[in-house]
């Protein structure tokens, strides 16, 4: 079965994000800019409440971020730079029209990255309307007293415990599909991917590899995030808009370390002896 160092993957994540970080901030400005102004829609609106809603605002900024890391495992994995009007030198101005003209004759490698662009929307939603639902049955879940189970009831709490057990054997075998736009972005195939990430371990390898490079973000985020509220806690609209700003930040943040991570993983599965190209 199917698996990768997912501690290294995770350092390479982290030590190319590094390397490359001037790109990777120019060329992530726009798609912070596109999901801020998504997300603060959905608080004017309201639709927080209705999953809707919620996922029919944010879907340019799922478009935006889609299209971003699609190029980004092209960038990570065959060093193929950004193409982005706005962001060149009068002096490469000439290069740059080239180069943006060769890649719109490259039919395949836009198939590519439209196709992974897409799965990635698709896969947004999905988790969109699944969280939209958590929270009516975690609410329910509240209402009932909680017991433990008697013994004319015990078989009940075994298939009970049953399901839970298979959802959750669903749920990590779904992580293989939520990495699907790497996949499809390096020009693996679908097929060719679930054929070759076969079996829990490329999924458990994944969810370890994403798991670590969150963890290891996760607290000095939740730190600076906590900070801003309490210094912006007397100006209620400024805290509001800074925070989902720096919440945006942190998450594309995520998402392109969690990319270039798992890029380095779905390679090293799916081509067993290749070379790193990380500099």
């Not at 889609?66 to 950004?82: I, K, M, Q």
Request: hydrophobic share 50%; aromatic share 14%.
């Amino acid at each position: 079965m199917a698996s990768f160092d997912f501690v290294k993957a995770t350092l390479d994540g982290y030590r190319f994000a590094w390397a490359r970080r001037a790109d990777l901030i120019k060329f992530s400005i726009p798609v912070v800019f596109v999901s801020v102004f998504c997300n603060l829609m959905v608080i004017y609106t309201g639709a927080e409440e209705n999953a809707l809603r919620e996922g029919l605002i944010l879907l340019p900024a799922f478009f935006a971020q889609g299209l971003f890391v699609a190029e980004l495992v092209r960038y990570t994995l065959y060093d193929e730079p950004f193409i982005l009007w706005g962001y060149t030198r009068r002096s490469h101005l000439e290069e740059f029209t080239e180069l943006y003209r060769e890649r719109q004759l490259d039919t395949e490698r836009k198939r590519h990255v439209q196709g992974g662009m897409v799965i990635f929307v698709l896969v947004s939603i999905i988790n969109s309307v699944l969280r939209g639902l958590s929270g009516p049955l975690a609410e329910g879940g509240e209402d009932s007293p909680a017991s433990s189970p008697a013994l004319e009831d015990f078989p009940v709490f075994v298939f009970q415990s049953a399901i839970v057990a298979v959802i959750l054997l669903v749920a990590l075998w779904f992580v293989r599909v939520g990495f699907l736009y790497i996949g499809f972005s390096a020009g693996y195939g679908i097929k060719a991917y679930f054929k070759k990430l076969k079996g829990l371990s490329s999924s458990v390898s994944l969810f370890l590899c994403a798991f670590m490079i969150f963890f290891l973000m996760a607290v000095p985020l939740a730190l600076i995030y906590g900070f801003l509220g309490q210094i912006l806690a007397e100006s209620p609209g400024i805290k509001v808009v800074s925070l989902v700003v720096f919440g945006e930040m942190s998450k594309v943040l995520a998402q392109v370390v969690t990319t270039i991570g798992c890029s380095y993983g779905v390679r090293e599965m799916m081509e067993v002896n290749s070379r790193s190209r990380l500099d």
